[in-house]
């Protein structure tokens, strides 16, 4: 168990991207990158009409699929709860792309230090290195409504269940996402709906096609094939096993 | 006083993110990947000030081997307090824009632009500008500028030292009828202290989209504390998630439920009567101007029912003077409606009536930096102009040191204003009508435009002279007023990438001189620099080091009720200024100029979070987020957009009287069914500027050229469209 979380509270959240600005200055990512994005709902008809703007990222899962499905164990888990991508290791396969429940690994044209061009995962670290610094990933910091806070495991889950309780009046639908069947996530959210109304699926899980893929068949099939060609054949196996999470993006 | 960092962070960080740079924009890769790619990276912080709006927050610049990489927000400056924006995150990587100007540039016979030396460009702009008063008087020149710090003290200073009263500023399209309002009952404008407010009313200002990163958190912290969050806005905006109730009122009535509200605290006797004893004049006057302005009365204008009017005006009464509205900024009647000086001062006068004045939980006046200014025997300044700045005695009621910068291209096409300098200034499409523009600054004999980027006022000027970027030079010392205040810095982050620009000081004193008034010019920046600090006990090596500093003996006073800078010292319910002007002595009733009937719609306007004028609408960073969501749509309510069977994102055509554009439509609930919405930042047409240019449409094509009558604002929203679906 690592030791910090976020919590992103969708109903502070005023729609600025200011976080995902903040988060691509930091990551030296060019305009047509960002390891946030955005979706809106509104409820209701005019005048009787919600507002909530979604502020999505990694949400850095205790059983992280993209984990268990990389076939180059370039991700891994930070000693702060962080999913980590290694971009040497990384050799581009898309598997963790293509398994994320969440539709959060992205697998993007990047460059090497030769100056080649070449496929990496690409997502949020929960700015890892800061936070082994003892700072605060740059999203949170920039906030000044405080929709995203980061700090000790612990008190951010009693945050948010204070928060729930306050917001629960004017959303009676509103919950904590920190799916259970992923293990419970580093980044957790106070939705002010439900999950899907977000394109969020309230079971998310990791797939035990997953967990045996990762676990039994990797380490089994390396030993008998090698590792290349296990490699070269486990991107149509996992594509088959697991489903590719879908999200719809847009906001204002 | 900033956040521990260690320089290994940096360089770990950076080695994990060295490779993910990407491809395809490469504007962002070329200079990323040298900042990041280093592991012995250099990091360095330079407290400095952002310019993507004018708040210009506090900010802490982050280098990396002299190129910059990233920024945060100043905890000591009262507007970041810590954190920044979009804007002041993204704009400052306009340092590596692609498409900066980059030398002087000059209009020639055929239209082109070609490069000119800053030697050519001074000589010539000077001997026209010498020629043209020698012809016309110093009164046919005139100079426009969005201040900013070094404006402020040579731009100012430069068109005095020529002679000419007629200095503007851009608050023509910006604030100045509120400010009308404001300065003409409680002799200025004070600041809403939000924090500690118990009940606040915004009336079209929205913290969730004009954002400045104090008030937000400040909004924040109240509801905390349990305040009650109104906003009044035809669109349920973006600051709706911090507010309890949403009154989507009507568009351009905002007068008439503020009267009827002061109609409710007179008729129940719930005003802060020992207030007005003391501290008013012509309250007799505006009571018996109000008894006519029943709640019911205002429910049929507005469209928001009596009892929800009377029943807000009763709370925020019993929780006076902890109860404020909010004093807004551009909208909702900043510059917006026939009706909007009138707003403001019915806005000032009902706070005057809850006694909030100069207390916790109202309207508090803000203490000045106090700086000091350049010793005059040393370095003498020129003498105020005798002639009277043009527009003064057509909108006397308009704040005088601003004026009304829309006379500019009126007095040109009449053939009177002979020369113009804009200064960080996009007139032609901020300002007002953008053909009338063209056609007047045609007019004109010289056009000198002064900027960073190929704009639309740049590209109907004869000559164009480059700035280098904000973040890529030192500005004048400035103070910033408020609870506390505060005297900051500017400072150059990073060495200019292009070194054929010159900074507004500079490029002032060279005009100066080349214009033979170069003896008002003897000064350096920094000579005015060490004079501002003086009197605060500062050094410039302190305020270097620190960028922003709160002068803790600066502070406003709080509880005490000061005396009102009007000319009865009182607030006035009754104005004569407005009664010498040929308006009424106490607020009244005016109707909006023009009303959408038969399925016509008014086009409003505002802004977006992510942008500031037109000014960052080129900036790939921020342009980015309008394209990936779409954000330049019309916004148009769901129902009304069915009864014309138009479907969200379809392409539809905005017509007016002036204009007609194509854009895509965004179908939502948040939006009263009388107006369609579009944000005010796009429309570039400038060649120039490829990024922007091409995305969405400009309100302003659409807003007929013409002059609020009590302060010569641009009426931005007294625009009635048609829209319908355009054929696939």
């Known amino acids: 168990m690592g030791q910090y979380r976020m919590l992103v509270d969708v109903t502070k959240c005023i729609g600025c991207y200011s976080c995902r600005v903040a988060c691509q200055m930091e990551n030296d990512l060019p305009p047509d990158q960002s390891y946030i994005s955005f979706c809106e709902v509104e409820k209701g008809e005019y005048p009787n009409v919600e507002w909530v703007m979604h502020r999505f990222s990694c949400l850095h899962c205790e059983d992280a699929v993209c984990e268990k499905v990389c076939p180059q164990n370039a991700i891994s888990y930070s000693q702060t709860g962080a999913v980590v991508v290694d971009q040497e290791q990384c050799i581009g396969c898309e598997y963790c792309e293509k398994n994320c429940p969440f539709g959060r690994a992205k697998v993007e044209l990047c460059q090497d230090k030769e100056g080649n061009s070449v496929s990496r995962a690409n997502k949020c670290t929960l700015c890892n290195g800061k936070v082994l610094e003892g700072m605060t990933p740059a999203c949170a910091s920039t906030c000044y409504t405080e929709a995203i806070v980061f700090g000790e495991s612990d008190e951010i889950l009693q945050k948010a269940e204070q928060r729930l309780a306050e917001v629960k009046d004017r959303y009676p639908d509103a919950n904590i996402y920190n799916p259970e069947g992923v293990g419970g996530t580093h980044t957790i959210y106070l939705l002010a709906h439900k999950p899907e109304e977000y394109d969020l699926e309230s079971d998310a899980t990791t797939p035990a096609s997953a967990i045996i893929w990762k676990d039994y068949a990797q380490p089994l099939g390396k030993l008998l094939l090698g590792a290349t060609t296990m490699a070269v054949i486990g991107g149509a196996i996992s594509n088959r096993l697991f489903n590719k999470g879908e999200h719809h993006e847009g906001g204002e | ?728």
């Open chain 2, 1 to 728: 006083m900033l956040k521990p960092v260690s320089r290994r962070s940096f360089i770990k960080a950076s080695a994990a993110t060295a490779a993910a740079v990407s491809l395809t924009s490469f504007d962002m890769h070329s200079w990323m990947a040298s900042a990041s790619a280093d592991e012995k990276a250099a990091i360095s912080k330079i407290p400095t000030t952002c310019n993507g709006c004018s708040s210009q927050c506090g900010m802490i610049a982050y280098t990396k081997n002299g190129r910059l990489w990233k920024l945060e927000g100043h905890p000591d400056h009262p507007r970041s307090k810590g954190t920044l924006c979009a804007r002041g995150h993204g704009y400052a990587t306009l340092i590596y824009s692609k498409e900066r100007l980059e030398q002087p540039m000059k209009r020639m016979e055929n239209g082109k632009y070609e490069p000119i030396s800053w030697e050519q460009a001074f000589k010539e702009i000077g001997d026209k500008l010498k020629e043209i008063i020698k012809e016309h008087g110093p009164e046919s020149v005139a100079l426009v500028q969005d201040p900013r710090p070094t404006g402020n003290v040579y731009a100012t200073r430069f068109i005095k030292a020529l002679g000419s009263p007629n200095y503007y500023t851009h608050h023509v399209a910006c604030n100045n009828s509120r400010d009308t309002g404001f300065n003409h009952t409680i002799g200025g404008v004070p600041s809403a202290d939000i924090a500690n407010s118990s009940y606040i009313m915004f009336i079209g200002r929205s913290y969730g989209d004009g954002i400045r990163p104090s008030s937000m958190s400040a909004l924040a912290q109240a509801k905390e504390n349990g305040a009650k969050v109104i906003i009044v806005d035809p669109r349920k905006n973006n600051t709706s998630p911090f507010a309890d109730q949403w009154l989507p009122i009507r568009p351009g009535t905002d007068l008439a439920l503020v009267l009827a509200m002061a109609h409710i605290l007179i008729e129940k006797d719930l005003y802060d009567a020992g207030f007005i004893e003391d501290h008013a004049t012509g309250f007799e006057e505006f009571k018996k101007e109000v008894k006519q302005y029943t709640p019911e009365w205002a429910e049929k204008v507005t469209g928001i029912d009596a009892q929800t009017i009377k029943t807000i005006a009763t709370d925020m009464a019993q929780l006076k003077p902890k109860a404020v509205i909010e004093q807004s900024w551009r909208g909702a009647f900043g510059c917006n409606y026939k009706n909007s000086t009138e707003t403001g001062r019915a806005v000032a006068l009902f706070n005057a009536m809850l006694g909030n004045i100069q207390q916790e939980g109202g309207y508090i006046f803000g203490a000045s930096a106090g700086l000091g200014d350049l010793d005059p025997d040393q370095f003498p300044a020129p003498q105020e102009p005798d002639a009277v700045k043009d527009g003064e005695e057509d909108f006397p009621l308009a704040p005088r040191g601003r004026g009304v910068a829309n006379i500019v291209p009126l007095r040109a096409k009449e053939g009177k204003m002979k020369a113009a300098f804009y200064h960080h200034s996009n007139a032609a499409l901020g300002y007002g009508n953008p053909e009338y523009y063209k056609e007047a600054l045609n007019e004109m004999d010289l056009v000198v435009t002064i900027d960073v980027q190929m704009s639309e006022t740049a590209l109907l000027s004869h000559y164009v002279l480059p700035e280098p970027s904000y973040m890529e030079r030192d500005d004048a010392v400035d103070g910033v007023g408020g609870g506390t205040a505060a005297v900051v810095l500017r400072q150059k982050a990073v060495d200019r990438v292009h070194p054929n620009t010159k900074p507004a000081d500079e490029i002032f004193t060279e005009l100066a001189k080349a214009s033979g008034v170069g003896e008002y010019f003897t000064f350096t920046l920094e000579d005015y620099n060490k004079a501002a600090v003086e009197p605060l006990g500062i050094t410039m090596d302190e305020l270097r080091e620190k960028g922003s500093i709160p002068l803790e003996d600066k502070k406003a006073e709080i509880g005490t009720v000061p005396e009102f800078n009007t000319p009865s010292g009182k607030v006035e319910f009754a104005s004569q200024t407005f009664e010498d002007a040929g308006f009424n002595a106490v607020p009244t009733w005016i109707p909006p100029l023009v009303e959408p009937k038969n399925g016509s719609y008014r086009l409003t306007t505002g802004k977006q979070a992510i942008h500031s004028h037109t000014q960052t609408a080129n900036i790939p960073m921020l342009m980015q987020i309008t394209k990936d969501y779409d954000l330049e749509r019309l916004w148009m309510n769901r129902q009304e957009a069915k009864k014309k069977g138009i479907q969200d994102s379809d392409l539809v055509e905005v017509s007016s009287d002036s204009a007609s554009s194509t854009v895509k439509v965004k179908l939502t609930d948040r939006l009263h069914p009388e107006t369609v919405y579009i944000p005010s930042h796009y429309g570039i047409t400038s060649k120039y500027l490829t990024t922007a240019k091409g995305v969405g449409f400009s309100y302003m094509e659409h807003v007929p050229f013409h002059f609020q009558p009590m302060s010569g604002c641009s009426m931005i929203h007294e625009v009635i469209v048609d829209v319908r679906k355009v054929d696939a």
